[in-house]
């Protein structure tokens, strides 16, 4: 999947998991927001849209567009 495909499809309600550095990741919504988790530890962080997620949402100071050459194979 190309990532413009990816970000298209989580305005849609589209949820996905990943795995980044050996860390598992949700990317999910509800009807407050939508969330990036970090599942070890239950880290979340919080944004009204799918948009501002993928512009501000970080994973060790970097965005979902910066790692995903590595996690692209994952979508």
């Known amino acids: 999947m190309e990532y413009e495909q990816m ?5 849609y309600g589209e949820e996905y998991n ?5 860390e598992e990741y949700w990317l999910s919504e509800n009807q407050e927001g939508h969330y990036l988790t970090k ?3 239950g880290e979340t962080q ?3 849209t799918s948009e501002e ?4 949402a970080k994973i060790n100071g ?3 567009i910066d ?3 590595d996690i692209q194979s994952q979508f």
């Open 53 to 56: 997620l993928l512009e501000k």
């Open 67 to 69: 790692i995903w050459k």
């Open 18 to 22: 990943f795995y980044y550095q050996n």
């Open 46 to 48: 919080e944004f009204k």
């Open 62 to 64: 970097k965005s979902i």
């Open 39 to 41: 599942v070890s530890d």
């Open 7 to 11: 970000a298209d499809s989580l305005t």
